[in-house]
């Protein structure tokens, strides 16, 4: 498996990818924090190694480094269907865009592969971590 670095300076898509979030909200019936549901791909999401995070909002990207805050990568989402997630990154470093697409595989892991072929993971970011 590829690690967040190697892929930062290997494909800016990558790089873009390994910031993506989760959404939390009541769970059935409305009880608030300690019965949290998560859908889709909204919301924050690490890379497995911890280096960076990407949040999913209504259609927007962004990945950001966990380290320092800095934004790496915007871009924008959509839903191929139920659970492919098609992302177009712009990197900002690099200035270039490139897309990735992604596998909701389970409510807590993205599987994702970039245009150049490179695959990475992104496990969703608990709440109030």
């Known amino acids: 498996m590829l690690n967040v670095r190697t892929l930062f300076s290997a494909t800016p898509v990558v790089a873009l990818l390994a910031l993506a979030g989760c959404q939390t909200g009541p ?16 919301g924050d999401w690490l890379s497995t190694d911890g280096v960076a995070m990407s949040r999913f909002t209504g259609g927007a990207f962004e990945t950001l480094a966990v380290d320092t805050g800095n934004k790496l990568a915007t871009g924008s989402y959509r839903y191929a269907d139920a659970r492919t997630i098609e992302i177009s990154v712009t990197s900002i470093i690099r200035q270039t865009t490139s897309s990735v697409n992604c596998a909701l595989v ?7 592969t970039s245009s150049a072929g490179q695959q990475f993971v992104l496990v969703r970011r608990q709440a109030g971590v």
């Open 27 to 42: 769970g059935p019936g409305g009880l608030g924090p300690s019965a949290t549901r998560q859908t889709g791909v909204e």
């Open 106 to 112: 389970t409510p807590q892991q993205l599987n994702c």
